[in-house]
């Protein structure tokens, strides 16, 4: 089968040939169709990030694919069926396995780009807002990196908790973006001053924060007593520092998230997270915003893309036609 992988960190993808990959009993053989791409895919190749897969390995944390063959225990699945799976990392080859129970059928109504992008973007919006802050409807919820892809998911998951969604964008066009998307209040910080912003409108109740850095300081500044904070990465590249003394005055709780720890940890709980997604993305209650899509030969394309951050929404790599 074909493979797009590294085979040195911070080197680029190479086309080579692979085996095919074993899969035992309660296992399914995948045809990947497509794969998404996330900021933690660049952690990753940097050798940055906690999961440290042994060299060769492709890009791509879930994946849209059609089932070609089960192992005997499986009951759920069969032959044919088209299934979306977080499989951690290894997107870009023609063909993955991947434990049943990890694999989620997918209805016609939802696109093969849209099912390789909900998971991994949802989970880490609706566990952390709902499962970890339990978001009210009567908050304020503040987004900052609000047109990243994960930020835009967390705009859609606000909103549908009832929540007041005040989106941090950078530029005109990008602040439209998140209005479209269901944001009622949105901050360019080209232009405009967030600390004064949000005094103005009475402080926040919970921040989702994928961008640290100075941003974070700022949004600390404005969660109101009791509010819950989220760190969900750093993509400025800066890790804050967090005063203890803040979070003890105005009684703030900070709260550690890793959408990646529930895969083995409470597995359960994202199990059913996946689902609510699948859900919700055939009823068009959320609906990923897709980007770019690259074919499987462009998979540095498309990884040059995501380091540039151009534009908003995912980037998907097809890897294969159904």
């Not at 990465?233 to 003394?245: K, W």
């Not at 998979?299 to 151009?310: E, F, G």
Request: proline share 3%.
């Amino acid at each position: 089968m074909k493979a797009m992988a590294i085979t040195e960190l911070n080197g680029e993808l190479k086309m080579s040939e692979w085996a095919m990959p074993h899969f035992n009993r309660e296992e399914v053989l995948i045809k990947v169709l497509t794969t998404s791409l996330n900021f933690a895919d660049r952690l990753m190749i940097e050798g940055k990030y906690q999961e440290k897969p042994q060299l060769p390995f492709g890009i791509g944390m879930e994946v849209c694919g059609l089932v070609v063959s089960a192992g005997s225990d499986v009951k759920n699945l069969k032959v044919g069926d088209r299934v979306s799976s977080y499989i951690g990392f290894g997107g870009t080859v023609e063909y993955v396995s991947v434990n049943a129970r990890k694999c989620f059928k997918i209805p016609n109504t939802i696109s093969d780009e849209e099912a390789c992008s909900i998971m991994i973007a949802y989970a880490s919006s609706d566990l952390a807002l709902n499962y970890k802050a339990h978001l009210k409807s009567y908050e304020t919820l503040l987004v900052l990196g609000a047109t990243s892809a994960v930020g835009l998911v967390t705009i859609e998951v606000g909103k549908l908790s009832g929540a007041k969604v005040v989106a941090v964008a950078r530029g005109r066009t990008k602040c439209k973006l998140a209005r479209e998307m269901g944001a009622d209040i949105t901050i360019d910080t080209e232009t405009e001053n967030l600390t004064e912003i949000l005094k103005d409108i009475g402080g926040v109740d919970v921040v989702y924060d994928p961008i640290g850095g100075e941003l974070f300081g700022k949004a600390l500044s404005a969660t109101n007593p009791e509010g819950r904070i989220l760190p969900i990465g750093f993509a400025s590249g800066e890790v804050p520092m967090i005063p203890a003394n803040i979070i003890m005055v105005k009684n703030l709780t900070i709260i550690g998230f890793n959408v990646g720890l529930y895969k083995e940890f409470k597995e359960e709980v994202l199990s059913k997270c996946f689902k609510r997604a699948i859900k919700n993305c055939a009823k068009k209650l959320i609906s990923p915003l897709i980007d770019q899509i690259f074919p499987l030969e462009q998979s540095n394309q498309a990884l040059d893309a995501l380091r540039k951050r151009r534009g908003s929404g995912k980037i998907i790599i097809r890897v294969s036609k159904g």
